[in-house]
């Protein structure tokens, strides 16, 4: 399968812990996304790198959040001292150039529970 | 800021009936639209995106319509299917990201 990793697919954890996702995107895709879903909700724009590059943060991440795409293959999403409201699904997608209309590619999520 | 909207009710319809989803969207002008179907715990998965000087665009039973006057985008599924069951979420978006409405669930009833 060529399509969108994510890893782990569930996580618990306890308030105040440090968590870490891992995204593999498609292996020809530059650009990389994260969202964030909560239940009913679309979902959110985290953050975006070109390449190794991150170009954008959204306000929604706030100092606890780090994303990181070394090399600019595979991208981890940490989360610290996670909080109750950080329990959603967190999403990552991955496309090719921009000139096509950006057509993304989703990953599986990573269902995120904070205790 | 930007707002995005879709039909807050669920859409349940008879097999072979067509469903329509509406997106609205306001304060601002997006260059495309797209939309993706999410079925429950997984990911979006891409089906059509139509740009701003397209009224019109089809992938077999699927049609999209987009109206930059009005700033509404209109889903059609004909012949539905109950594996058409999902959740249907209109992205309007300027750039590289995207910005998701909330989703419309549809239930094909056989």
């Known amino acids: 399968d060529t399509g969108v990793s994510q890893d782990p697919r569930h996580k618990i954890t306890k308030r105040g812990q440090n968590v870490t996702f891992r995204c593999d995107p498609i292996?020809?895709?530059?650009?990389l996304y994260w969202y964030r879903q909560t239940l009913g909700q679309g979902p959110e724009f985290l953050t975006y790198?070109?390449?190794?590059?991150?170009?954008?943060k959204s306000r929604l991440l706030s100092d606890r959040f780090s994303a990181e795409r070394p090399k600019g293959s595979f991208s981890t999403l940490e989360i610290q001292r996670t909080e109750q409201g950080d329990s959603a699904m967190y999403l990552c997608?991955?496309?090719?150039?921009?000139?096509?209309?950006?057509?993304?590619?989703f990953g599986p999520g990573t269902r995120l529970t904070v205790l | 800021s930007q707002k995005i909207e879709q039909n807050s009710e669920a859409l349940n319809i008879q097999e072979g009936k067509t469903a329509t989803l509406t997106c609205n969207y306001t304060?601002?002008?997006?260059?495309?639209l797209q939309w993706y179907r999410q079925d429950p715990g997984r990911g979006p998965v891409f089906l059509l995106l139509?740009?701003?000087?397209?009224k019109e665009k089809r992938k077999e039973r699927l049609k999209v319509t987009f109206d930059t006057t009005l700033k509404q985008s209109l889903f059609h599924i004909t012949a539905s299917q109950p594996a058409d069951s999902a959740t249907y979420l209109c992205?309007?978006?300027?750039?590289?990201?995207?910005?998701f409405g909330a989703g419309t669930t549809v239930t094909v009833r056989a």
């Open positions: 997608a991955s496309s090719s150039r921009v000139g096509r209309g950006n057509e993304q590619f």
């Open positions: 292996s020809e895709h530059n650009r």
């Open positions: 790198f070109q390449n190794e590059a991150q170009l954008e």
């Open positions: 304060n601002y002008s997006p260059a495309y």
């Open positions: 139509i740009r701003e000087n397209e």
């Open positions: 992205a309007p978006s300027l750039g590289y990201k995207l910005s």
